[in-house]
Structures are given as structure tokens and as C-alpha cells.
């Protein structure tokens, strides 16, 4: 972990010794080594009543619950803006799947009063040229998407035209007065069409998002088996829905400066993306994003309306919002079809022999978008025989995206049918066969998990079902004159990680600011880092703020795969222990102090208090 410390009044030598708050953590009237409990005691005892673990009211609930929570549609220009006032773009969006614009007419759209441009391909400002200009840091292999880079259409819905005017609807209305003409081309959309054309997603182990490696002799075991089941399973596209629309309001300060309030799970990432596809220097533009209306993987990546209002802000020098429609919400961000084929083989004793997972997924024709569709069985179940493969159909569709629990969701979902129907070919019942099949180890990595309490969960939740009284023959369970039916089925997740910078600025009145350029997608971000800052700072929660949603705060990863709350509260519990360290050097150098020979791991922060 990184750690950042910055030091303003209770580090700043004589206005800590006797002030208030966290001046008394190093007062030799409040430094104190107890004789019947060690430093590490304290903190386990404080523990007990520590505001992790405890049911809390969101810090950020009233300025939701009261509208003072801004959303990135809701931000007007500040008094830093230039220009004639707050503009409105509404995108034109192509009527064709695959083809070329021959002719753009916005001639009777410019028309209408109070409209002030048009931006196509043809009039943009400059923007980058290379691949790499428009890569974030979640893109896949392959050439990202360039909103109104060319003439050339690659999906039904792609951006082809900004109206920008004074107004919303006088925006709206005059899009609708744009006039296209295409060179239509054939496409292809389905995923059944293109199956046998798939091409393979990575080598076996070659990606983390790929298929891990084979193990064992699959062929010979399947061959061998007792019991066998193969099955077909399907998964359509899911599109996200969240609340709020992907919107952007790019404030114009003049002199190519720009703040841009985006909707997105990672500020940083899109301001890499802006800098990099519009050939800004960093320090010109600022992307904040304090709250989201929910994401759920499809705000990973920068999504095109940012770019646009960006674009449009520099073009017309004033400030541009653009918000996207609720169709054009279903044109990006969502999670692939797939087609999963799934072998099983057991002996009579129910324990598994063998295991074949292949999947099909949709991708673009431009990038190769994947996760790790079909190795989940190695996480779940013992096996030592296994073989997966991973195959990519392109299709002329925006490429596809993370939506909650990437992979998992589908792969899993089709391994836990599998395994449903091997339970029934085995006349086994189904927890019992995943009891006998379970896992102690990571079968694909051969090493053990950091936890895994699966086991338990199962019996808890068989106990609390009911289980017992299931009947497995069909059609036999009932409710008056409704079928009853009784299943079960497991989800497995991985425990992640990432490296993250966190800043604590703590004042002589006893407040810590702890800042973070992460996001909170809705999850509560904001409260578990007030808690856990509570905790390991010893103060109040009404003593901590915290600032996040920042492209000028200590580095961030983007919002995702369920690993902020780690990596972040890692990170501030990490800055504590410096913060600590800093405050007994601090109170070492009091004259006679009773800490001058304590170490940094002797002492602890309670209560407002500096103690050993």
C-alpha cells in the first residue's frame, strides 16, 4: 500500500502540546501506561465497541435523503466558469448496425432557434489518432471506440452527431432534424450465426481472464466414468438499468482548463482516457464524480458521452452537459451472451472425475472483451481431471462489459445447473453431491484459499431451509393446489486486493480528513471509510470526513470487482500506523515524556488520546 501523511496543527510542534482534541493525545497529563493491559490489549478492548462491525447510519444519507447530493447532470457552472452559460448537448445516434455516413445534413436542425452547433466527424476539434490514445486502464485487447472519429458505423446506436443548444428539449428536438444517409453493409448480430466462426479468447493460463490451464487425463476419465451428464446452457444479453442516466457537465474555465463532473466508478481512469484522446495535459482538466446512481460495471469504463461533452466545452469554449436518453442506455454497457457446454463425470461414489467447460461469449468486431468464464469449478470442486476453453464471437454489437459479478454470474450459473443434473443422473442428493465433491484447495492454482468457510455456510443454510424435508421426486412437493419445488445452488467470489494511496490530514480540534480518489458507487463507500478511520485514528465518526470522487486525490483503482472496501480500508488502517508513529515522535521530544522509550507497536489511538 501506499501511504500519504500530510501534517496541519496537531503535527505542527508547539499548537499540539495543549490544545484541544488531538493536541492531548501527546499531553504528558493523558499519557499513560496502565499496568494491567499491553498497548495491543487497549486496541482489542476498544475493538469490541469499534464502529466496524456496528450498524450506522450513512454518513453521506441526509445530503441524499435532502437533494444536497449532486449527481453529474445536476452541476451548474461555478463562478470560475466562462461563457455565456450552461449548454445542452443531445447525441444523434446511427439507424444502421454496420455501413459508412455518405452525407450528414444539419442544416435544418442549426436552424432552430437556440441551437448553437452541430459536431460530426467532419467539424470535431482534433483528437487523438493511435489505438492507445483512447485505452483506459479496464479496455481489452483491440481497437477502443472513437466517438465521432469517422465515417464509419460499427454499431446500431453509435454516437454520430452532438446537437448542442441552449436548452435540453430545443437540443432534443433539433437532433431529431439531423438527416443521414448511409452505405448500408451487411452485419451480423447473432450469436448462434457466428458460433462456429468463434475465435479463441486467450491460450489456457495466458490471461487472468482467460481459461486456466488442463490438469489430468480428461478423455481417459471421461471414458472411463461411471456417470456421465453434458449439457447446453444459454445466457442472452443483460443490459444495465441504473437509476441515474451516464451523464457529463464540463465546466469551461477558459485557457483549455476544465472540470468535468462524470458519472463513473473510477474519476482517474477517466481522466486518463480525457488526457489521452483529447491531448490535454493532466493539469487542465479535473473529473469528479461524488456520488452515482448506481453502476453496477458498466461506469468501469469511460463511456462516450464524456468525451462528447468535453469535446463540445473545447470547441465552443463555455460549458456543456450531456445526458443520455434511457434508450441510449441499452446501446452500451452490457454483459455478453454466451453459450456454455458443460461435461460431467462421477463414479458411483458421487465424487467427480472429470470436468469439460467451454463457452462462447459475444464481443465487438473492434475489441476482444472477456473474463474468466468457465474455470469456476476448480474454486468449488474437487477434480483431477479438467480441461476449458474460451471462445470469442464478434459481432456487430458496442463492445460488452462487466456487470456484477463478471463471469462468475454466468459461469457458475450453468456449472451449478450441470451439477443439479449430475445429482439427479447419480440419484444423489444435490447438497450431498457438492459435499463430496468439495474443495480444500484452489484446484486450478493447486494452493489453499486465504478463507473459505463454504462448508459451514452449507450446513447453516440446509438447517435453516429445512432442508431435510425435501423431496426429490418431482412433481411431489406442494402448497395447497401450487407445485413446490426445492433448490439450492453456490456462488463463489474471489477476495481482491488493489494498491491504493490514502491521505489523513488531521487538525488540532480533533478532525481527520481522510481523502481517496475512489468512488462510492452506492455501496457506502463513504461510511466504511469513516469507520474504519474512526477506529483506527480513536475518534468519534462525527470527528471524521471524507473526500472521494476526485481526480486530484492519492491514486485510486477504478470501482470494481468488490475490492475497495479492502484495498481502501487497508489503505487508511496503514496511514493510521504511520499517522501513529508520527505522533510518538512527536510526543517523544515533550521533555520527561512517559513515551520516550515506547516503540511505534507499544502504543495506541483511543479515545483521543496517544496511549500505551
Same mark, same amino acid.
Given at each position: 500500500?501506499?501511504?500519504?501523511?500530510?501534517?496541519?496543527?496537531?503535527?505542527?510542534?508547539?499548537?499540539?502540546?495543549?490544545?484541544?482534541?488531538?493536541?492531548?493525545?501527546?499531553?504528558?497529563?493523558?499519557?499513560?501506561?496502565?499496568?494491567?493491559?499491553?498497548?495491543?490489549?487497549?486496541?482489542?478492548?476498544?475493538?469490541?465497541?469499534?464502529?466496524?462491525?456496528?450498524?450506522?447510519?450513512?454518513?453521506?444519507?441526509?445530503?441524499?435523503?435532502?437533494?444536497?447530493?449532486?449527481?453529474?447532470?445536476?452541476?451548474?457552472?461555478?463562478?470560475?466558469?466562462?461563457?455565456?452559460?450552461?449548454?445542452?448537448?443531445?447525441?444523434?445516434?446511427?439507424?444502421?448496425?454496420?455501413?459508412?455516413?455518405?452525407?450528414?445534413?444539419?442544416?435544418?436542425?442549426?436552424?432552430?432557434?437556440?441551437?448553437?452547433?452541430?459536431?460530426?466527424?467532419?467539424?470535431?476539434?482534433?483528437?487523438?489518432?493511435?489505438?492507445?490514445?483512447?485505452?483506459?486502464?479496464?479496455?481489452?485487447?483491440?481497437?477502443?471506440?472513437?466517438?465521432?472519429?469517422?465515417?464509419?458505423?460499427?454499431?446500431?446506436? +453509435?454516437?454520430? /452527431?452532438? @446537437?448542442? &443548444?441552449?436548452? #435540453?428539449?430545443?437540443?432534443? =428536438?433539433?437532433?431529431?432534424?439531423? %438527416?443521414? *444517409?448511409?452505405?448500408?453493409?451487411?452485419?451480423?448480430?447473432?450469436?448462434?450465426? +457466428?458460433?462456429? /466462426?468463434? @475465435?479463441? &479468447?486467450?491460450? #489456457?493460463?495466458?490471461?487472468? =481472464?482467460?481459461?486456466?490451464?488442463? %490438469?489430468? *487425463?480428461?478423455?481417459?476419465?471421461?471414458?472411463?466414468?461411471?456417470?456421465?451428464?453434458?449439457?447446453?446452457?444459454? @445466457?442472452?444479453?443483460?443490459?444495465?438499468?441504473?437509476?441515474?442516466?451516464?451523464?457529463?457537465?464540463?465546466?469551461?474555465?477558459?485557457?483549455?482548463?476544465?472540470?468535468?463532473?462524470?458519472?463513473?466508478?473510477?474519476?482517474?481512469?477517466?481522466?486518463?482516457?480525457?488526457?489521452?484522446?483529447?491531448?490535454?495535459?493532466?493539469?487542465?482538466?479535473?473529473?469528479?464524480?461524488?456520488?452515482?446512481?448506481?453502476?453496477?460495471?458498466?461506469?468501469?469504463?469511460?463511456?462516450?458521452?464524456?468525451?462528447?461533452?468535453?469535446?463540445?466545452?473545447?470547441?465552443?469554449?463555455?460549458?456543456?452537459?450531456?445526458?443520455?436518453?434511457?434508450?441510449?442506455?441499452?446501446?452500451?454497457?452490457?454483459?455478453?451472451?454466451?453459450?456454455?457446454?458443460?461435461?460431467?463425470?462421477?463414479?458411483?461414489?458421487?465424487?467427480?472425475?472429470?470436468?469439460?467447460?467451454?463457452?462462447?461469449?459475444?464481443?465487438?468486431?473492434?475489441?476482444?472483451?472477456?473474463?474468466?468464464?468457465?474455470?469456476?469449478?476448480?474454486?468449488?470442486?474437487?477434480?483431477?481431471?479438467?480441461?476449458?476453453?474460451?471462445?470469442?464471437?464478434?459481432?456487430?454489437?458496442?463492445?460488452?462489459?462487466?456487470?456484477?459479478?463478471?463471469?462468475?454470474?454466468?459461469?457458475?450459473?450453468?456449472?451449478?445447473?450441470?451439477?443439479?443434473?449430475?445429482?439427479?443422473?447419480?440419484?444423489?442428493?444435490?447438497?450431498?453431491?457438492?459435499?463430496?465433491?468439495?474443495?480444500?484447495?484452489?484446484?486450478?492454482?493447486?494452493?489453499?484459499?486465504?478463507?473459505?468457510?463454504?462448508?459451514?455456510?452449507?450446513?447453516?443454510?440446509?438447517?435453516?431451509?429445512?432442508?431435510?424435508?425435501?423431496?426429490?421426486?418431482?412433481?411431489?412437493?406442494?402448497?395447497?393446489?401450487?407445485?413446490?419445488?426445492?433448490?439450492?445452488?453456490?456462488?463463489?467470489?474471489?477476495?481482491?486486493?488493489?494498491?491504493?494511496?490514502?491521505?489523513?490530514?488531521?487538525?488540532?480540534?480533533?478532525?481527520?480528513?481522510?481523502?481517496?480518489?475512489?468512488?462510492?458507487?452506492?455501496?457506502?463507500?463513504?461510511?466504511?471509510?469513516?469507520?474504519?478511520?474512526?477506529?483506527?485514528?480513536?475518534?468519534?465518526?462525527?470527528?471524521?470526513?471524507?473526500?472521494?470522487?476526485?481526480?486530484?486525490?492519492?491514486?485510486?483503482?477504478?470501482?470494481?470487482?468488490?475490492?475497495?472496501?479492502?484495498?481502501?480500508?487497508?489503505?487508511?488502517?496503514?496511514?493510521?500506523?504511520?499517522?501513529?508513529?508520527?505522533?510518538?515522535?512527536?510526543?517523544?521530544?515533550?521533555?520527561?515524556?512517559?513515551?520516550?522509550?515506547?516503540?511505534?507497536?507499544?502504543?495506541?489511538?483511543?479515545?483521543?488520546?496517544?496511549?500505551?
Amino acid at each position: 500500500m501506499v501511504n500519504e501523511i500530510s501534517r496541519r496543527g496537531v503535527l505542527g510542534g508547539a499548537a499540539v502540546v495543549g490544545s484541544a482534541g488531538w493536541g492531548s493525545l501527546i499531553d504528558p497529563a493523558d499519557v499513560r501506561r496502565p499496568a494491567t493491559a499491553s498497548a495491543q490489549e487497549t486496541q482489542r478492548s476498544r475493538t469490541l465497541r469499534s464502529y466496524i462491525g456496528t450498524p450506522t447510519s450513512r454518513v453521506d444519507g441526509r445530503a441524499k435523503v435532502t437533494g444536497v447530493a449532486k449527481y453529474a447532470a445536476e452541476f451548474n457552472e461555478s463562478g470560475l466558469a466562462l461563457g455565456s452559460g450552461l449548454a445542452h448537448g443531445s447525441v444523434v445516434t446511427s439507424a444502421i448496425t454496420k455501413g459508412r455516413i455518405l452525407e450528414i445534413d444539419t442544416s435544418e436542425a442549426l436552424r432552430v432557434a437556440g441551437v448553437i452547433d452541430v459536431l460530426t466527424h467532419q467539424n470535431r476539434p482534433d483528437t487523438a489518432g493511435t489505438d492507445d490514445a483512447y485505452k483506459d486502464e479496464t479496455a481489452p485487447e483491440g481497437s477502443p471506440f472513437r466517438p465521432l472519429y469517422d465515417d464509419k458505423i460499427k454499431f446500431n446506436g +453509435q454516437p454520430i /452527431a452532438l @446537437v448542442v &443548444a441552449e436548452e #435540453p428539449e430545443i437540443a432534443r =428536438f433539433a437532433a431529431s432534424l439531423v %438527416r443521414v *444517409k448511409y452505405h448500408e453493409e451487411t452485419h451480423v448480430t447473432d450469436l448462434y450465426r +457466428q458460433r462456429d /466462426a468463434a @475465435v479463441a &479468447a486467450a491460450k #489456457p493460463g495466458e490471461s487472468m =481472464f482467460g481459461p486456466p490451464k488442463p %490438469r489430468g *487425463k480428461v478423455a481417459e476419465a471421461l471414458a472411463a466414468a461411471a456417470v456421465r451428464h453434458t449439457g447446453e446452457y444459454y @445466457v442472452p444479453i443483460e443490459h444495465h438499468n441504473p437509476m441515474e442516466m451516464y451523464a457529463s457537465t464540463a465546466i469551461w474555465h477558459g485557457d483549455e482548463k476544465i472540470t468535468v463532473y462524470d458519472k463513473t466508478q473510477g474519476v482517474q481512469n477517466v481522466h486518463r482516457y480525457l488526457c489521452g484522446a483529447l491531448v490535454l495535459e493532466p493539469d487542465d482538466v479535473r473529473v469528479m464524480s461524488p456520488y452515482m446512481g448506481g453502476g453496477f460495471g458498466s461506469g468501469l469504463r469511460p463511456q462516450y458521452q464524456v468525451l462528447l461533452a468535453v469535446l463540445a466545452a473545447r470547441a465552443l469554449e463555455r460549458s456543456v452537459r450531456v445526458v443520455l436518453t434511457r434508450a441510449q442506455m441499452y446501446v452500451l454497457g452490457y454483459r455478453p451472451a454466451m453459450l456454455q457446454r458443460i461435461a460431467l463425470a462421477a463414479n458411483t461414489g458421487g465424487t467427480l472425475e472429470a470436468i469439460t467447460h467451454d463457452a462462447v461469449t459475444v464481443t465487438s468486431q473492434y475489441e476482444n472483451f472477456f473474463r474468466q468464464e468457465t474455470g469456476w469449478s476448480g474454486l468449488l470442486y474437487t477434480c483431477a481431471n479438467a480441461k476449458y476453453e474460451h471462445k470469442l464471437a464478434r459481432l456487430d454489437l458496442a463492445t460488452a462489459c462487466d456487470m456484477r459479478c463478471p463471469s462468475a454470474a454466468t459461469g457458475v450459473y450453468a456449472l451449478e445447473c450441470a451439477m443439479d443434473e449430475l445429482a439427479v443422473a447419480l440419484k444423489v442428493d444435490p447438497l450431498e453431491l457438492r459435499l463430496r465433491c468439495y474443495s480444500d484447495r484452489d484446484q486450478n492454482t493447486d494452493r489453499p484459499y486465504s478463507s473459505k468457510n463454504l462448508r459451514e455456510c452449507y450446513h447453516q443454510g440446509a438447517e435453516a431451509f429445512g432442508w431435510q424435508r425435501r423431496n426429490a421426486e418431482p412433481r411431489s412437493m406442494r402448497e395447497g393446489s401450487e407445485l413446490v419445488g426445492w433448490g439450492m445452488a453456490t456462488g463463489v467470489w474471489e477476495a481482491l486486493q488493489m494498491p491504493i494511496a490514502v491521505r489523513i490530514l488531521l487538525s488540532a480540534n480533533g478532525h481527520a480528513e481522510v481523502s481517496c480518489a475512489t468512488s462510492d458507487i452506492g455501496t457506502g463507500t463513504y461510511t466504511i471509510m469513516a469507520q474504519v478511520a474512526a477506529d483506527m485514528l480513536g475518534l468519534p465518526l462525527e470527528n471524521i470526513s471524507i473526500k472521494l470522487g476526485d481526480s486530484t486525490l492519492p491514486q485510486s483503482p477504478v470501482e470494481g470487482g468488490s475490492w475497495i472496501a479492502a484495498s481502501v480500508a487497508n489503505g487508511i488502517a496503514t496511514t493510521s500506523a504511520a499517522v501513529r508513529s508520527e505522533l510518538l515522535r512527536l510526543a517523544k521530544q515533550i521533555p520527561s515524556s512517559p513515551l520516550a522509550d515506547a516503540s511505534p507497536d507499544e502504543v495506541a489511538l483511543a479515545d483521543g488520546k496517544l496511549v500505551s
